[in-house]
């Protein structure tokens, strides 16, 4: 059985995992993609972090501190990212990066 | 903007690889885990093509269609599994499994 | 103790991994990124596909045809869309490719 | 162009993801599988971040240094274990462990 800050996490995971990978898609698809670079590495970097930690959590690792400190580093980074860029898929994505990253530094 | 079906599948992914890693890691604590080989091996199977199928869609895959088709049969090998097992951690990733092969049916 | 065939697939797959997370990483220092959106897209799936085969296969997988016909397919992708662009590190992915493609064939 | 230290990480990070992918499968064979239970999940989680920090390092993330720290808390974990059996499978994994856990230190 989960604790519920596990769950609340997995679930804050997962939103965050399709959000980064909706912006990534769309970022490919935009206009000015040149200014979206650092974006797209943010979004995959964030959506593999954010799938791997929820695996982890669900098959209760023994590295939950260090897996969610590491996360939430980088949903913050993407979420800083993303925040910079008008686009509704950035900004959809900055919401889920950060409320992620809080859920990890209650477990971090 | 994702289409209804895509959606229902990435529920239904999220809810199998939660699932899927639970029954994982209940049945390595189980006493009678010589029994369990088969289900621990399907349960991290099922559950790394399903984390994997469940970021493909959201970033639009072009493989949409190879993919489904391959976790569904992936899924039900799980499910068929973990549904000889009276476990009640079992028998929940037997129908999370079941489900989720369903709904990759509709995308392949 | 891994057959050779399933050896020498391992090894094109690590090289496969390596070749498009490097030409994902340029494509998105280019210049012309406009141009390599495909390029930066197709080298993801195949770096994750290829990550993803490589493990199941060192766990010996009983899934071994249905996934590598799907990473020969995605590979072959890759392949062709690098093909297309005159940037060394696009050329070095399409020889990873092809060759990861030819070595998943022979299992698929 | 990778730096030499990198290029020495993402080899010890390929082995031991074969290394640990070995041992997973062979102690899910073993008869004295209950004493292999920590053995098979500590395989699993050191597979899975190895084979994370290896595409990442290849595209050039910028969370070289706290994933690797993380990985190679990971690998420890896992060699320390292993190191406990007297199986082939295990003792070569804890070669690898250790190896990749040298190796990530260097960079984190």
Known sequence: MLHKQHQQLIEALQSCIVACNHCYDACLKEEDIQMMAGCIRLDREC??????LAQALCRDTPFTAELASVCA?????????????????CQKC???????????KKIA
């Open 47 to 52: 959506a593999e972090i954010c799938s791997y």
């Open 94 to 104: 900055a919401d889920a990066c950060f409320q992620c990253a809080e859920a990890c």
């Open 73 to 89: 580093a980088i949903c913050e980074a993407c979420g800083n990212e993303c925040r910079q860029h008008d686009h509704e898929h």
